[in-house]
């Protein structure tokens, strides 16, 4: 018989089997992070997606964000320094790279080429995993049947995750669920309806209109609804290019078997906007067309699995924290009503929810099942409320908990347990693996023995004073009597305070007596509140750029957080600078929608001289701007090329090196390369004297950088920056050498 040829005598192998460690089903944002978290811990990965494309709501095929790049999560209008890390950057500044390049909405290409790189994993694209078999409380096989090929997978995994947004996973391994919204009683939650019922968050639908540069008629299909202007209670539609997240509805109807129903109500509610917006008059639509409606509805809310804890508003707004904390928010308690569009009332936000929350923990107990043993979620389908939920479902967040729930994955088939057990009594180690991958938590301290720098000696060639005197652009805040007074923070480095010299402008035609005090916080993003430590005031003459001195001559705590608050003084404006300095903060937030975090900091200068940037940070594992110093930057004012030498206590074995640089984690909406990102650097090993080239990159843009090389022999190793992307300094969080590359 020729090769190639096929018949029913001769078949095609059409079935494939799969043994891998981890399964992990959907490919959404948590089902991507998961996936390449698994990969990179060196477990067997499986990724099954059902879609021809990945993301969920963000992907090409849904654009539930038009030009896919609003991911918060932990990133909010009152929240500092809080962009996720990891997998989730990695995509982020991927994506932000190739959009100032030029590529518009292609954030699944960008996710599928991260998750193809990785040699550990397997992505199935296209392909419904449709059955589960169980062998006592596992998961023994997950069958899938790709779509388009006749092809029929049987998946053995060790262990699942179920990152299907619907639970499909969980709900058909007899998983415990939960659907709908719980009673106001059952957690104390203040957004939650007096009775339980069956309703969630509904669909969207989204669509693109363009400019086809000549009149275009519209007639709506005879079944698209009636919509007039009233009806757009709070809905903005101005812009009519890029469709709508408050074109929504199902919420009262079963998203999980009802989506096609929700989809032909959806299209109903779309052609009717439309409808409306060229046909009613006074939109500028004359000549627009739309070019292209999502075939798939933007699902928000489905079944959440039930763990051995479900998280609640009451957890949340208490900013908690939890023994077992692997992942962290700070979504906005987002509410949307039942009916949608047809609610008559706001889409979102006000009565509906609660703004910018603050960031909590989220604990590893909300990320397996409580009764299935080899089973874990992560994503919009964890062991929260309903009211929890409309904060946890933020894309950066179900990032980072597909990030955590793949590190428990490694640990679970490292020691052959369960994640029940991993969270009673690995979480230190949990936090170390996945601190290998980037994957960090707010405010939760990390220890690896294993990294060669963690008792290394460090030289650099320069670093940054916190003197900012000189670094005006111009912009001012008034010391006004907001709720929020003037103030800034920032964390001592000397034992005593005895001076910080403010630069400001008073208006007036007198002197004006501005009183400030000196506070040890208390919470991160809060300057209400703490310890008053010292009071004075300094008589300001009338002018610009008037250097203000506050003499405190108070003792300090090296290490700790601190910040200045200036009491409201009519007609006085203090100078700012825009520098981002993770963990230097001022108090009031530049507002914007969409949040955009703030790069600005009041002038100022302390005596004795703050030195929160010194190279010694390369060595600590705090690898974000937070309560703790974190970050080398080197004098703005010197010339590249600078560098960092590190050596270690002895001669030892290496043959890889991990590196952090900062991406700005204050900026939200990430739209190009962050300019305090290194671009091009060195990276040298030392022996007896000598520099040996071990990895050379000229063109940077991410976060976190490993290198991997041939085992050597080393005394210690030397970053040389040689240029950033823009910023005038070298900032990098971390320096770390090991042994070996692979987690262990
Ligand atoms: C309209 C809309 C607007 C939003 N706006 C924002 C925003 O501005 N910012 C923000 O941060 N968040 C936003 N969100 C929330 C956020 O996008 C989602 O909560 C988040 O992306 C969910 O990610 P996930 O991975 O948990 O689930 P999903 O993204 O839903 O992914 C699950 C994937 O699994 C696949 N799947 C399901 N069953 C199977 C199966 N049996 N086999 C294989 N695959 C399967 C699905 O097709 C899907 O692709 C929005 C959500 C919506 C719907």
New binding site residues.
């Given amino acids: 018989m020729e090769q190639g040829y096929y018949s029913h005598e001769n078949p095609q192998n059409l079935v494939r089997t799969h043994r891998v460690d981890v399964a992990i089903?959907?490919?959404?944002?948590?089902?991507?992070s998961a996936a390449v978290t698994a990969a990179r811990l060196g477990l067997k990965t499986l990724l099954?997606?059902?879609?021809p494309c990945?993301?969920?709501?963000?992907?090409t095929e849904?654009e539930?964000?038009s030009d896919g790049h609003?991911?918060?999560?932990g990133s909010n209008w009152t929240t500092r320094d809080a962009r996720e890390t990891g997998p989730i950057e990695e995509f982020r500044m991927t994506s932000a790279d190739r959009y100032e390049n030029g590529w518009r909405n292609h954030f699944s290409q960008v996710l599928r080429d991260i998750v193809e790189k990785e040699s550990n994993l397997t992505l199935l694209l296209n392909?419904?995993?449709?059955d589960v078999k169980m062998e006592g409380k596992r998961i023994r096989e997950l069958t899938?049947r790709t779509i388009g090929s006749d092809l029929t997978h049987h998946i053995f995994p060790k262990m699942v995750i179920d990152?299907?947004?619907?639970s499909?996973?969980g709900f058909a391994a007899g998983a415990k669920y939960r659907q709908g919204r719980e009673a106001k009683a059952e957690f104390n939650e203040s957004l939650a309806p007096e009775e339980s019922d069956s309703c969630v968050?509904g669909?969207?639908l989204?669509f693109r209109a363009v400019d086809v540069g000549h009149p275009v008629k519209f007639t709506p299909p005879d079944w698209a609804d009636r919509i007039d202007e009233s009806m757009f209670v709070n809905r903005n539609h101005q812009d009519i290019t890029n469709g709508y997240?408050w074109l929504?509805c199902g919420g009262d109807m079963d998203t999980v078997c009802d989506n096609e129903e929700i989809y032909k109500k959806l299209l109903k509610i779309l052609y009717g906007i439309w409808d409306h917006i060229k046909n009613g008059g006074g939109h500028g639509a004359d000549n627009f067309a739309i070019e292209w409606i999502s075939s798939?509805?933007?699902?928000?809310e489905s079944r959440r699995l039930i763990g051995d804890h479900i998280l609640t508003e009451g957890e949340i707004l208490a900013h908690s924290t939890f023994p077992d904390g692997v992942a962290y928010s700070g979504?906005n308690v987002d509410l949307h009503p039942i009916k949608g569009f047809y609610s008559g009332n706001e889409p979102s936000g006000g009565r509906h929810g609660i703004i910018s929350p603050g960031l909590y923990q989220i604990p590893l107990r909300c990320l397996y099942s409580q009764n299935i043993e080899n089973l874990l979620m992560?994503?919009?389908?964890i062991s929260v409320s309903h009211v929890a939920l409309s904060s946890t479902?933020?894309?950066?967040?179900?990032?980072v908990?597909?990030q955590a729930a793949a590190g428990t994955t490694f640990l679970c088939v490292k020691y052959s347990e369960n994640p029940r057990q991993v969270a009673q009594k690995r979480i230190g180690e949990l936090l170390r693996i996945l601190h290998r991958v980037d994957h960090t938590v707010p405010g939760v301290a990390v220890t690896d023995p294993d990294n060669l720098c963690a008792q290394a000696s460090v030289k650099v060639s320069s670093s940054m004073k916190l003197n900012l005197l000189h670094r005006g652009t111009g912009m001012r805040e008034k010391l006004s009597a907001d709720e929020i007074p003037s103030a800034q923070s920032f964390i001592a480095t000397t034992e005593s305070l005895d001076e910080a010299i403010f630069l400001m402008h008073n208006r007036s035609a007198s002197a004006v007596t501005v009183h400030a005090e000196l506070v040890r916080q208390q919470e991160m993003y809060e300057f209400t509140t703490g310890e008053v430590l010292a009071t004075t005031s300094c008589t300001l003459p009338p002018g610009n750029a008037v250097q203000a001195h506050f003499r405190f001559q108070a003792k300090l705590q090296p290490g700790t957080r601190y910040y200045i608050r200036m009491a409201h003084a009519p007609d006085v404006e203090s100078c700012l600078c825009e520098h981002y300095l993770p963990g230097v903060w001022k108090s009031k937030m530049k507002r914007s929608w969409p949040p955009q975090g703030d790069r600005h900091n009041h002038c100022v200068r302390f005596i004795p001289e703050q030195h929160p940037f010194a190279g010694e940070n390369l060595l600590n594992n705090n690898n974000r701007g937070g309560d703790a110093l974190s970050i080398w930057i080197s004098d703005p004012d010197a010339p590249f090329p600078q560098s960092a030498e590190i050596l270690f206590p002895e001669r030892s074995l290496c043959s890889c090196v991990e590196l952090v640089f900062d991406t700005g984690l204050d900026h939200i909406n990430i739209y190009s390369r962050q300019q305090e990102c290194v671009k091009e650097y060195v990276l040298e090993g030392i022996i007896a004297g000598e520099y040996q080239v071990l990895a050379e990159e000229k063109d940077n843009f991410l976060r976190f950088r490993k290198h991997v090389f041939p085992p050597i022999i080393l005394d210690g190793i030397r970053l040389i920056v040689k240029a950033s992307n823009g910023d005038p300094s070298a900032r990098v969080y971390q320096i770390r050498a090991y042994k070996n590359s692979t987690v262990e």
């Fill in positions: 089903v959907g490919g959404g944002m948590a089902g991507a099954a997606q059902n879609r990945l993301g969920g709501p963000i992907s849904c539930s964000n609003l991911i918060v999560g392909t419904e995993v449709y899938a990152c299907s947004g619907d499909f996973v968050l669909s969207s989204y997240w929504e798939i509805p933007a699902k928000r979504g992560a994503g919009r389908n479902r933020m894309m950066g967040t179900c990032s908990l597909g």
